[in-house]
């Protein structure tokens, strides 16, 4: 519809041209020389007017479009830097989240007494370690460490010195170890284990004596009491015998330190799997 009226006024000015003309032409006979000047300048200013008004919609339409692709141009930015905040923050609730996880898995493997790996951290990375070593053929070797008279302490001094005892020979433990391959986990009650990766048994023994030597040489002060403690250790190592699985090293090594226990305690004892098989 404005397209139609657009040409319709066009036409009607091409007429009012025409008529303009031939009126000029009607007054060049009638008029004298000012009287078509002062015609043909009129003339002009009207051209003129009209030229300065498509000249000023034109500016106004450029004006217009101009501010179009500005307002563009700052909504897109306005977008971008909201799609950028949003995405900062899913990335800080993304790490939070992994650190709650983390924090979650943390409790999950430790002793909350003694901040050693727990019995399910235990369970889980002998079975690694135990098929690492046997892929890469490599010694793998555990040690069963066991607090002597425990129970009488006890019932001497009290749960909770017993608790302070354990906290003491695992600062010990933790002390010893000082590959961090080498792991340490409480087993349960005042057992503790050693997973000692690409370590033979000799090796595995010295740590061991280190260790035994290291809590008898140690005094726990609970209540201005001093308790003295000494432990057992048993040792075995995994050198890829055959049908030799990660339970069986356990088992050797707990049958080491029954013998340990057996001779007197305070003492270090190493047992092999054909040794443990025949007893």
């Not at 989240?97 to 430790?110: A, C, D, F, R, Y």
């Not at 235990?122 to 069963?144: F, G, H």
Request: hydrophobic share 40%; aromatic share 6%.
């Amino acid at each position: 519809m404005i397209s139609l009226f657009n040409r319709s006024t066009s036409y009607l000015f091409i007429v009012a041209i025409l008529v303009v003309i031939l009126s000029i032409i009607q007054l060049v006979v009638q008029f004298s020389s000012l009287t078509l000047l002062l015609l043909i300048m009129a003339l002009f200013m009207a051209l003129l007017v009209f030229s300065q008004e498509k000249n000023t919609k034109n500016a106004l339409a450029s004006n217009a479009a101009d501010q179009h692709v500005e307002n563009e141009v700052q909504d897109n930015d306005e977008l971008e830097s909201k799609v950028q905040e949003r995405t900062l923050e899913l990335n800080i609730a993304l790490q939070e989240l992994e650190e709650v996880n983390k924090e979650l898995e943390e409790k999950n493997t430790l002793d909350d007494l003694t901040g050693l790996y727990n019995r399910r951290f235990y369970d889980q990375k002998i079975l690694a370690e135990y098929r690492r070593s046997r892929r890469n053929l490599t010694p793998l070797s555990l040690v069963i460490i066991d607090i002597d008279h425990f129970k009488k302490v006890n019932d001497t001094y009290g749960h909770l010195a017993g608790d302070e005892c354990l906290v003491v020979v695992a600062a010990c433990i933790k002390s010893c170890l000082r590959r961090s391959a080498d792991i340490s986990c409480r087993y349960g009650g005042e057992e503790f284990c050693l997973i000692l990766p690409e370590t033979d048994s000799q090796g595995a023994l010295a740590l061991a004596e280190e260790l035994r030597e290291s809590i008898a040489s140690c005094q726990v002060s609970y209540n201005n009491t001093i308790i003295s403690l000494t432990i057992s250790c048993g040792v075995s190592t995994y050198l890829q015998q055959k049908d030799v699985q990660a339970e069986h090293l356990f088992a050797a090594a707990d049958q080491a330190l029954y013998q340990a226990k057996h001779n007197g305690r305070n003492q270090v004892r190493q047992q092999d799997f054909v040794k443990a098989s025949d007893s």
